[in-house]
């Protein structure tokens, strides 16, 4: 498993899997691990699943207004195979985005 943390305008930050989990392979549920915040640096109540999937999930924070966030974008359209749009206000990605994945 592997687990990166993207801040924008900063390069892709890989972190420690402890802790971390994907999916429920049988309900597909996805919980919030303990780390998960602190690596996003907010409260737990604001941290959003934002995408998930059997081999990724996606983490971001809730109604997060911050900085674009491109190279996030781009590494969870690669996951999710979900194009995002810079001319698409209601698909760019602002702020951290922790994207643990299977592989």
């Given at each position: 498993?592997?687990?990166?943390?993207?801040?924008?305008?900063?390069?892709?930050?890989?972190?420690?899997?402890?802790?971390?989990?994907?999916?429920?392979?049988?309900?597909?549920?996805?919980r919030?691990?303990?780390?998960?915040?602190?690596?996003?640096?907010?409260?737990?109540?604001?941290?959003?699943?934002?995408?998930?999937?059997?081999?990724?999930?996606a983490?971001?924070?809730?109604?997060?207004?911050?900085?674009?966030?491109q190279?996030?974008?781009?590494?969870?359209?690669?996951?999710?195979?979900?194009?995002?749009?810079?001319?698409?206000?209601?698909?760019?990605?602002?702020?951290?985005?922790?994207?643990?994945?299977?592989?």
């Open positions: 498993m592997n687990a990166t943390l993207y801040l924008p305008h900063q390069s892709p930050r890989a972190v420690s899997v402890e802790g971390l989990t994907l999916p429920d392979p049988t309900t597909g549920l996805v919030i691990p303990e780390p998960v915040p602190a690596l996003m640096g907010c409260p737990r109540g604001l941290v959003d699943v934002l995408a998930s999937g059997p081999q990724y999930v983490y971001s924070v809730f109604d997060c207004e911050g900085k674009i966030n190279a996030a974008m781009v590494a969870l359209a690669e996951a999710s195979g979900v194009g995002f749009e810079l001319d698409d206000e209601d698909t760019i990605l602002c702020g951290p985005v922790l994207v643990v994945t299977s592989s």
